[in-house]
């Protein structure tokens, strides 16, 4: 159980273009959704909170402009980087929560997106 | 700003050998505490969770959490050359999980 899904795995784009990300729980419904970036080396920042129905939370520092969070089911959020720019390449993970225990989470196995 | 601290490593240790993994956190009142694994190129993966104080074994895994020192660690027992990975110790605080910088574990065969 707590499968997360999250394509697409890679992505190469173009500066000035936008990527979408999708994040999906497959066996759980998940009130809340998270969305982290880790770049090489480093640890994951956690860049917003998205619960289901609601506008997402940004963190401190996070542009939500540039980066479009919709979590429009309990199974399904997406992650919109716009404009993207090479300062945006990043491995890009989401996790998901299910009711009630929004302490555990369980990761997606993340995208890797190069923007040339 | 709540902080979880780690030694970055790299720690190496030879293989069938107990590995150890430390953490600090500065929140007093941080309630949950979780280890995460996670190879090269990969998304973590939840290895264990620990809310009381003492210590929670999980196979060869061993989570130790006291709380008056702020102080959180794992074991892993008969260490296997596919443990080595980066481990990341997380707080759960404010709703959201704050996590280390990780300690790159090696096991050498």
């Known amino acids: 159980g707590a499968v997360v899904s999250q394509h697409p795995s890679r992505v190469i784009c173009k500066s000035g273009t936008s990527v979408k990300i999708e994040c999906r729980s497959l066996?759980?419904?998940?009130?809340?959704m998270f969305w982290y970036r880790q770049f090489p080396k480093q640890s994951l920042m956690l860049m917003a909170t998205?619960?289901?129905?609601?506008?997402?939370?940004?963190e401190q520092g996070v542009e939500k402009d540039k980066f479009l969070i919709n979590h429009a089911s309990l199974t399904l959020s997406t992650l919109t980087v716009t404009s993207a720019h090479p300062e945006d390449s990043s491995f890009y993970i989401c996790?998901?929560?299910?009711?009630?225990?929004?302490?555990?989470?369980?990761f997606g196995p993340g995208t890797r997106l190069t923007v040339l | 700003q709540k902080e979880v601290e780690q030694n970055s490593g790299p720690l190496s240790v030879p293989e069938g050998a107990i590995a150890s993994l430390n953490c600090t956190y500065s929140?007093?009142?941080?309630?949950?505490f979780f280890w995460y694994r996670q190879y090269s190129g990969k998304s973590p993966e939840l290895i264990m969770f620990?809310?009381?104080?003492g210590d929670k074994e999980d196979g060869r895994f061993t989570a130790q959490l006291n709380k008056a020192s702020q102080y959180v660690s794992l074991l892993i027992r008969d260490s296997q050359p596919s443990d080595s990975a980066t481990y990341l110790c997380?707080?759960?605080?404010?709703?959201?999980?704050?996590f280390g910088q990780g300690t790159r574990l090696t096991i050498n065969p």
């Open positions: 996790s998901a929560s299910a009711p009630g225990v929004t302490d555990t989470q369980y």
């Open positions: 066996d759980f419904q998940a009130t809340t």
């Open positions: 998205s619960n289901e129905g609601s506008k997402a939370t940004y």
């Open positions: 929140d007093r009142g941080s309630q949950s």
């Open positions: 620990i809310y009381s104080n």
């Open positions: 997380a707080v759960f605080w404010a709703q959201k999980l704050v």
